[in-house]
């Protein structure tokens, strides 16, 4: 009978490096996933127990357990918060590797998938950044688990919607389009919104909410969308059909976006800009900026200095 040991061989040195956790929790306020569940098993250090169990045998593999393993996009965030130096990153891909060979592999976790309407364009082929993706004959478009790293940008480039991440952890268009909405109609002092890649810009410590008293005058809602790559054209026009007055658009420096989403986004930030000056709407209602890794301070500038133009440009009209 196969050992617990010899079923997880890519996992197995990482021993000394699963022990290292101390379990102090910096990784989590981080962790995307967590935020939108608020489950320890979805955070980086409860993935780090889960890995650890399983190579220890003290945990059973199931495919909830997979799912887990295989749920990630590779923001690094929990990296570069955590004080013990946990690569939890590599680790969870020689999980995945292990978990490959045992047959856990198809339509799992935030691994892109494509349904059967698939019309064999190629293009989400063609746009994949990390060539997780490639056409096989009889079995259409396969996805490598180990080398996709979720970043979405198959999603938004099918011309069909064939694609889609089996848990999209409220990253998915339909899921910023409703909160957008819902804050555009929420108060009449709601004027924006911005788009913040989670690579460039993350939240500070959010497992408690503002008392409603101090959020109610806020004047735009930060969504994150883990990737400027994601953004469709869709996704930026819904804003101005809830009156929004303007949208502000973040994401990582040129030479610095890992999917090379940064690029995307101008794109279709330039083409929504020239969608605005055909209906006669001021352009510069849209705007892009570059945001390093993390640096808030510069966001924010970015974010009033936007407001001010637009609260002199006032409501589109």
């Known amino acids: 009978?196969?050992?617990?040991?010899?079923?997880?061989?890519?996992?197995q040195k990482w021993e000394g490096m699963l022990a290292k956790c101390i379990r102090c929790g910096y990784c989590y306020e981080h962790c995307p996933m967590f935020k939108f569940t608020r489950w320890e098993s979805d955070a980086p250090r409860g993935k780090n127990i889960l890995a650890h169990g399983?190579?220890?045998?003290?945990?059973?593999?199931?495919?909830?357990?997979a799912e887990k393993s295989f749920s990630c996009f590779f923001c690094k965030r929990c990296e570069a918060a955590c004080s013990s130096g946990v690569q939890i990153t590599d680790i969870m891909l020689d999980l995945r590797r292990d978990l490959v060979e045992l047959g856990y592999k198809k339509d799992i976790g935030t691994i892109s998938t494509?349904?059967?309407?698939?019309?064999?364009?190629?293009?989400?082929?063609?746009?994949?950044?990390?060539?997780?993706?490639?056409?096989?004959d009889l079995q259409g478009i396969v996805v490598d688990p180990v080398k996709c790293k979720s970043c979405g940008i198959c999603v938004e480039v099918c011309p069909i919607e064939a694609v889609s991440i089996p848990l999209p952890f409220g990253t998915d268009t339909e899921n910023l389009d409703q909160k957008a909405a819902e804050?555009?109609?929420s108060t009449e002092s709601a004027k924006v919104i911005c788009f913040a890649c989670n690579w460039s810009y993350h939240p500070d410590i959010q497992n408690s909410k503002m008392p409603e008293s101090?959020?109610?005058?806020?004047e735009y809602e930060i969504l994150v969308n883990l990737c400027g790559g994601r953004l469709d054209k869709n996704l930026l026009l819904t804003?101005?059909?809830?009156?929004?007055?303007?949208?502000?658009v973040g994401v990582c420096p040129d030479g610095e976006c890992t999917h090379d989403g940064n690029v995307a986004a101008l794109k279709r930030v330039t083409k929504m800009k020239e969608t605005l000056e055909a209906l006669d709407i001021n352009p510069d209602r849209i705007h892009l900026v570059q945001i390093p890794r993390g640096d808030k301070q510069l966001f924010q500038a970015e974010i009033d200095t936007f407001m001010e133009k637009i609260n002199q440009l006032g409501p589109i009209r």
């Not at 190579?55 to 357990?65: A, P, V």
């Not at 101090?214 to 806020?218: A, I, R, V, Y």
């Open 54 to 65: 399983l190579l220890t045998g003290s945990i059973e593999l199931t495919r909830e357990i």
């Open 214 to 218: 101090e959020t109610h005058d806020k």
């Open 1 to 11: 009978m196969q050992t617990t040991k010899t079923k997880f061989e890519n996992l």
């Open 114 to 136: 494509t349904d059967r309407s698939c019309a064999r364009c190629l293009q989400c082929v063609r746009a994949c950044p990390h060539d997780a993706r490639e056409y096989i």
């Open 183 to 185: 804050f555009l109609n």
């Open 239 to 248: 804003p101005f059909l809830n009156q929004a007055w303007g949208i502000l």
